[in-house]
């Protein structure tokens, strides 16, 4: 282990260093970076696009590249909350809608590309998450990236919570405003905020998730929309881990807190507990009439494909017919939630299908990740930028179609791994 310490250590400091000198070559930082990875992969730390053989579900089929072999492993990574994208209602809508209207849209939205499936998916999304209407993205990046840069411009100010997805942050980036954060979840240090910056700007935009991607904790939505509101300030909350997994079926944070219809932007995605790919915003007709025409990321990209809007469709139909599925899920939460606190692991202030096992340490991170791999165990090790150097972790998420077996075995691999690193 302290071998494999140093020599992980030693890399990333050469890595640094040669990322800090100025490149003759643009491509001169690929070299030094591909040397990088092969290194880890030679320690069986490279668990990236690990290759799946089949379908996304509680057990899967993975080429395993060190074996040089498929093997079975229980999916502990997917963000398939719910096993939407393998249900027979969500697959056979999705083929129905190819056969009837072709592979693609053929189109941009805004011009040749609209379906009537597309308009009845905006209509669904609107009315699901208690807004007057919605537009759909190709990819839930997208949506975020297209709303923020749509809406604010220089002169405005975009304050985002300070563990906002990554999208959010490209998309205040490209939009020209500034920009500020404020600690994770601290309506306290928001409310000091928005007062210090009163007559400022021209407009002024409050960000957050409504389940946070990396901690699997939600939210104060009413706190942060008084605060809001005290200030003249718009919110927009990212469903993108919430959508499916909390709220009275499933709906959502603003239905989970009983203030649906309320928040000014619901952003999320179609391709995590809905089982398909793509994004959306939902406000007011309005905002989003303006959004069709001013988020480029919407104007400037091919609509939907027909499979997907048909198979999102028979989604938000099945979390309606079947709420059953969503009940499995949190059985399956709180069975694993309390193997894991009861083993000693730190899951910070998760409170939903994300169960971040936090370590802190670099090293042991990618050594677990490889004992569960080697385990049968689908995690993903997360690290700096995705989060703090002191919070790295293994991430873990959780599906309804997870059956006992796979949480045992899971906890099983993970107190293994954790007592054999010293974690727990």
């Not at 057990?59 to 229980?74: A, K």
């Not at 975009?158 to 954060?181: E, P, Y």
């Not at 028979?314 to 899920?329: F, I, T, W």
Request: glycine letters at 10%; one cysteine or more; charged letters at 20%.
């Amino acid at each position: 282990m302290t071998d494999t310490a140093a020599a992980i250590r030693q890399d990333e400091r050469t890595l640094a260093d040669f990322f800090a000198l100025p490149d003759p070559d643009i491509f001169a930082k690929t070299r030094p970076f591909y040397r990088f990875c092969e290194g880890v992969r030679e320690r069986g730390h490279y668990l990236y696009r690990r290759t799946l053989m089949g379908p996304s579900a509680n057990r899967v089929t993975v080429w395993d590249d060190e074996r040089g072999s498929e093997r079975s492993m229980v999916m502990m990574a997917s963000n398939n909350y719910l096993g939407l994208t393998t249900h027979p209602r969500v697959v056979e809508a999705g083929l129905d809608a190819q056969r009837r209207y072709g592979a693609g849209s053929g189109s941009v939205s805004l011009l040749a590309g609209t379906l009537d499936l597309h308009r009845q998916l905006e209509a669904r999304l609107a009315a699901f998450k208690g807004c007057e209407d919605a537009l759909i993205f190709p990819a839930g990046y997208s949506a975020n990236v297209g709303c923020v840069m749509g809406l604010a411009r220089e002169g405005d100010l975009v304050v985002n919570d300070i563990l906002n997805h990554a999208s959010i942050i490209d998309g205040c980036r490209l939009s020209g405003a500034a920009i500020k954060a404020f600690p994770h979840c601290s309506v306290e240090a928001l409310d000091k905020l928005l007062a210090r910056t009163a007559g400022s700007h021209a407009g002024r935009l409050v960000i957050v998730d409504g389940v946070f991607s990396m901690d699997g904790d939600i939210a104060p939505l009413p706190r942060l929309l008084e605060v809001c509101r005290n200030h003249g300030a718009r919110l927009m909350v990212d469903e993108a881990h919430a959508t499916g997994v909390i709220g009275p079926g499933g709906r959502g944070t603003p239905a989970h807190h009983g203030v649906e219809g309320q928040v000014d932007l619901v952003v999320g995605t179609l391709s995590k507990a809905l089982g398909g790919v793509g994004g959306f915003v939902a406000s007011t007709r309005e905002v989003v009439h303006y959004l069709r025409f001013y988020a480029r990321s919407y104007m400037f990209s091919t609509a939907l494909p027909p499979a997907v809007a048909g198979s999102v469709l028979a989604a938000l139909d099945v979390l309606d017919d079947e709420p059953g599925l969503l009940r499995q899920l949190w059985d399956n939460i709180r069975y694993l939630q309390a193997g894991l606190r009861g083993l000693g692991f730190n899951l910070g202030n998760q409170e939903t299908a994300i169960f971040p096992l936090i370590i802190g340490d670099d090293v042991r991170v990618k050594e677990m990740g490889r004992l569960l791999h080697e385990a049968g165990i689908y995690a993903n090790p997360v690290f700096y930028p995705a989060v703090s150097r002191r919070l790295s972790r293994i991430r873990l998420s959780l599906m309804a179609t997870h059956t006992r077996e796979d949480l045992d075995l899971t906890l099983s691999a993970c107190e293994e791994a954790g007592r054999k690193l010293r974690i727990i």
